[in-house]
């Protein structure tokens, strides 16, 4: 089967009835890393953006009541330090709690322990300290992999993904979420399966979906 490709002009058009909502793991085992080793991806449904920060959060390609997510490159740093840029035209993003961590399973062909990471980000419009906290959130997610013989971790690839979602919109706060008994016809995207609408799934262990990739 041809891999799915639901993207057009820079932003996800999905079908009607069909949804992306695929879990922490699904977006770093089956997504990022794919990208980072250049793998095939289960379906074409995230976007590539050279550097998100260069965009106010309602400015993005797609629908403004819809969760986005986009590959995008590391965000810059400011020229005096290592913090990073994430500066827009109309304010900043600024991580909040705790980073998350993400395992991965255990696999042959990984040398190196390898994990993900996810940043909670929150939109504050205008310039510090006269800024006011927004309703957009950015889980940014990343894949860490252990030095050797060091005790610590380091991004591995360009790539970042990230998912923005305003969480005054309670259909949207944080992952979708679908309830079948809402529609007979809707449909999940995730990595782990694609159903269509005669109810046939085509699994991970589908050539196109398998979770392969080498680092």
């Known amino acids: 089967m041809d891999k799915l490709n639901f993207v057009k ?3 996800v058009n ?3 009835g069909f949804r992306f909502q695929p879990t922490d793991e699904e977006i770093v085992f089956q997504y990022l890393a794919r990208k980072v080793t250049s793998s095939p991806l289960p379906a074409s449904v995230i976007p590539d953006i050279e550097n998100i920060f260069n965009y106010d959060p309602w400015n993005l390609p797609g629908d403004m009541e819809e969760d986005k997510y986009f ?3 590391k965000e810059d740093k400011y020229r005096n330090g290592n913090r990073s840029n994430r500066a827009s035209g109309s304010g900043y993003w600024k991580a909040t709690g705790l ?3 993400i395992m ?3 696999r042959r062909n990984i040398k190196q322990p390898v994990m993900g990471m ?3 980000l929150v939109f504050y419009i205008g310039k510090h300290p006269h800024s006011s906290r927004s309703n957009w959130i950015m889980h ?3 894949l860490l992999q252990s030095q050797n013989n060091q005790n610590c971790m380091k991004q591995l690839g360009d790539w970042v993904l990230c998912h923005i979602f305003s969480k005054n919109d309670e259909a949207t706060a944080g992952s979708l979420f679908y309830d079948q008994s809402s529609s007979s016809t809707s449909c999940c995207i995730g990595s782990s399966a694609i159903i269509d609408q005669q109810g046939s ?3 991970s262990d589908h050539e196109e979906t398998s979770g392969d990739y080498n680092i």
């Open 140 to 142: 940014e997610y990343r």
């Open 71 to 73: 590959f995008s490159k």
């Open 201 to 203: 799934s085509y699994g």
């Open 14 to 16: 999905l079908p009607p």
């Open 9 to 11: 002009d820079g932003a």
């Open 118 to 120: 996810r940043k909670t």
């Open 104 to 106: 991965f399973p255990a």
């Open 99 to 101: 980073d998350k961590h």
